[in-house]
């Protein structure tokens, strides 16, 4: 026999009521009540290649957006904290904050493995492994004295194994009271496709990084890049506790308009040689640094060409007697006239057996220098 046809369903706020023919069904309404389902984000509803992060959206976590993203699109994050380290190898990514501020829209790594949060490949906040630009993200606690030398290359972005030639773009980002700021490796085989871009970026501004580097033994610094090429502009660097402002082993540094300071450890190091070329830069040795204040081909002359790191304009400021610039033998070292060499309280010692010219036999006596005030978008 063939069941009814249904002429009326009626709902009340306890039970379903259904009408077919002459026949009346009644159920309770909380049995047919679905089983609540959570499940993981899903891309949001439309073709767009911009995707949106945030605490009060589908996608919490820049993390979340990953899967999701597509070659040449974005992910735009809300201003907060975000906790998930991620890899990307998402070719010409870009991710960036809603309101360009890095102390805004923060990742907070909470100590790094060594703080019980497992990195990105053990590594990193970002861990980067195809063309990435990332404006506006700040980074905080990505690293710890508990990691110490078993993950001292921890970072808050690092970028290896490119399949294809490409760059790693930091604009205004942040990094604080990390291991590692930057971290590209030196080994070819994994850096030799990677150029580091850096635009207007700032460290240890409200906290030194190398925090997880134990006992001055110099494992982990704002900038350890290792890649063919690195080109910086308009970067401020307060200086890395008991690391470098930037260690760099690439064939060409080119840093332009940037305040880099020591603190502990050098202020710049080219350790293997190469091209430097320093324009219009403020180059500090802090009064409460060591004697370590420039480095150049101070450990051997891995890279082609004839070693030489000039400064061009701008000023290099000493307040610690002494601040060594050590050059390792066969390498030069050029400071043109147009460089003003002062000292606030300290003096410059030269070491190794490579050359330094341009040196002025007099070092004119300053004031301090004021620490430099972080620009407007840098404002919380």
Not at 84 to 100: C, E, N, T
Not at 295 to 306: T, V
Not at 343 to 349: D, I, R, V
Request: charged share 15%; hydrophobic share 40%; proline share 7%.
């Amino acid at each position: 026999m063939a069941n009814p046809p249904i002429s009326r369903i009626d709902f009340t706020s306890t039970t379903v009521v259904v009408v077919a023919d002459t026949q009346k069904f009644t159920f309770p309404l909380k049995a047919l009540q679905a089983t609540p389902v959570v499940t993981a984000p899903t891309a949001p509803p439309t073709s767009s290649s911009s995707l949106r992060v945030g605490p009060s959206r589908e996608l919490k976590e820049i993390a979340d957006a990953i899967p999701f993203a597509q070659p040449g699109g974005e992910i735009v994050a809300d201003d907060a904290v975000y906790l998930k380290p991620f890899h990307s190898d998402v070719w010409d990514l870009k991710i960036r904050s809603a309101s360009g501020n890095p102390y805004r829209c923060l990742m907070d790594m909470r100590g790094g493995n060594g703080g019980g949060v497992r990195m990105a490949w053990e590594k990193s906040a970002m861990h980067l492994g195809a063309q990435t630009t990332i404006v506006g993200i700040g980074v905080i606690r990505a690293g710890s004295l508990t990691s110490g030398r078993n993950y001292s290359n921890e970072a808050a972005f690092y970028a290896e194994n490119f399949a294809r030639p490409g760059f790693l773009r930091l604009e205004r980002c942040a990094v604080d009271n990390s291991g590692n700021g930057v971290f590209i490796p030196a080994d070819r085989g994994a850096s030799g496709n990677i150029s580091y871009i850096e635009r207007e970026c700032i460290f240890g501004a409200k906290a030194s990084n190398s925090v997880s580097n134990p006992q001055n033994s110099g494992p982990s610094h704002d900038r350890y890049i290792g890649c063919p090429i690195i080109d910086i502009d308009g970067s401020l660097d307060f200086g890395c506790v008991n690391g470098h402002s930037i260690k760099s082993g690439a064939d060409m540094t080119l840093v332009k308009n940037s305040y880099m300071a020591s603190h502990g450890g050098r202020a710049v190091e080219l350790p293997y040689g190469g091209t430097g070329q320093f324009t219009n830069c403020t180059i500090v040795s802090r009064d409460d640094g060591n004697a370590n204040f420039i480095g150049f081909a101070d450990e051997e002359h891995r890279l082609p060409g004839l070693p030489t790191l000039t400064f061009d304009g701008g000023q290099i400021l000493v307040g610690r007697s002494p601040s060594t610039i050590f050059v390792g033998a066969g390498a030069n070292v050029l400071i043109n006239p147009n460089v003003m060499v002062g000292s606030f309280g300290g003096f410059l010692a030269v070491e190794g057996g490579g050359t330094v010219k341009g040196l002025p036999s007099s070092v004119a006596t300053v004031a301090k220098p004021q620490r430099p005030a972080l620009p407007a978008w840098a404002v919380a």
